[in-house]
């Protein structure tokens, strides 16, 4: 366990924030510092192949050590940290046997991370937990995830009496912007399929994200001096008003959960002459989603026809770009990868935690790119804040994971 610990420490403690405002890649320099320091710690522990782009992804493999064919497997995870919250100085406290109470992060700040609050904490009782000192976020997202590939590789260089296929590894930059998956290069990656360690409590399992799209609906008004504007004016930011209220009232993030999909405005920025809407439009399901972009484009055009005649033309346009699909297209197809995650876990006494994420992650990407890639827990809690933290239990567990997996995709 202290050398799980040790090794989540040496990374956590490196900042690598990505920054959404950056047009390189990796989107901060920073983040070298962990990507150069990670190729090192491959070679050193004897992986092969290990290589280091010009983007800071990095992939290394360790090679079969069986006779017979084994489908080559894969797992992904980010280095970067969300930039919703600073990882600079990051300084861990570790909990040991930890009692169920209140976790003081920081005494002169008073922050204090709570089961009253955080009752997912109740269920790490007697366990050791990493959390942060109440000023930085932890890095569990997605620190934990690369920690427990690496362990896991050492751990079956050191168990050759473990038998396993080829196994390629991948870290990529600047996941927590949205684009982790965007440089990576699945043919040279060259498996056949693929999991990311990045989700959250121990036993999650995902296949199943969003589809999603974001829309851009630009409403044209006609500015009159109000004192003489009946029958001439039109004021963009009330035309704007109107499309919002045509959207179903209860089709939004606050009321929705499990497979309901939604709408969400996201902004408005307006003037009596132009006034801009930004929306998204989520939903597991592919027709419904589809559904959902006509309804916005119906709504468009019926104000376009209210005010055709006294406008001369349209006046909104709907601008919908499709953003990510629902993985779930491209892993059921090959649904063997999701069972051997699963049987993986219960071989190891993990209850699997199957839900459709309400999001997207950067193996819906991965899949769409051609390599089918689920979602597995990394054992971290209440990422992106000060009060992340995970249990080094999780940790130990989601190694045990890798490791099964690669023992039983190698079963005959
Ligand atoms: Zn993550």
């Given amino acids: 366990m202290q ?16 920054d959404p405002n950056s047009d390189t890649t990796p989107s901060t320099q920073k983040q070298w510092d962990l990507a150069n320091k990670l190729a090192v710690e491959l070679k050193t522990i004897g992986l092969e192949d290990v290589s280091i782009d010009e983007n800071a992804y990095i992939m290394a493999t360790l090679p079969s050590n069986v006779e017979h064919e084994v489908p080559v497997i894969g797992f992904v995870s980010h280095f970067d940290t969300s930039p919703d919250f600073s990882g600079a100085n990051v300084k861990p406290q570790i909990i040991e046997n930890y009692d169920g109470g209140d976790i003081v992060l920081n005494k002169e700040q008073n922050i204090v991370l709570s089961p009253g609050y955080f009752k997912d904490l109740l269920q790490y009782k ?8 109440g000023t930085t976020l932890l890095g569990a997202d997605d620190k934990a995830g690369v920690t427990e590939i690496v362990t896991a590789m050492e751990y079956l260089i050191n168990h050759p009496e473990i038998k396993h296929g080829k196994i390629r590894i991948g870290f990529t930059p600047d996941e927590e912007i949205g684009r982790g998956a965007h440089k990576f290069d699945v043919a040279k990656f060259g498996a056949e399929w693929a999991y990311t360690m990045d989700g959250s409590q121990i036993g999650e399992l995902e296949y199943e994200n969003f589809n999603a799209a974001g829309a851009k609906i630009t409403f044209q008004g006609k500015s009159v001096h109000p004192g003489y504007a009946k029958g001439k004016m039109i004021n963009s930011m009330l035309i704007a008003n109107d499309f919002i209220s045509q959207l179903p009232k209860n089709e939004v993030p606050e009321q929705t959960t499990g497979y309901e999909g939604f709408f969400h405005v996201t902004g408005i ?54 953003q990510y699909f629902n993985m779930r297209e491209k892993v059921e197809p090959v649904f063997h990868i999701v069972e051997i995650a699963e049987q993986a876990m219960k071989d190891l006494g993990i209850t699997p935690l199957i839900k459709a994420i309400r999001g997207g992650t950067d193996g819906s990407q991965l899949s769409y790119m051609g390599l089918p890639c689920p979602n597995i827990f990394a054992g971290g809690h209440n990422f992106h804040g000060k009060y992340e933290y995970v249990p080094v239990e999780s940790m130990q567990k ?3 994971v890798i490791v099964r997996i690669a023992e039983l995709t190698a079963a005959k």
């Fill in 126 to 133: 007697g366990q050791t937990l990493i959390t942060t000192d």
């Fill in 3 to 18: 050398h799980i610990i040790d090794r989540f420490i040496s990374y956590v403690t490196v900042d690598t924030e990505s």
């Fill in 398 to 400: 989601a190694v045990d």
């Fill in 269 to 322: 920025k307006g003037s009596i002459e132009e006034t801009v809407v930004q929306l998204i439009i989520r939903d597991h399901d592919r027709e419904k989603f589809e559904a959902r972009k006509k309804k916005v484009q119906e709504i468009t055009d019926s104000i376009n026809r209210k005010f055709e005649q006294q406008f001369g033309g349209p006046i909104a346009t709907a601008d919908i770009k499709d």
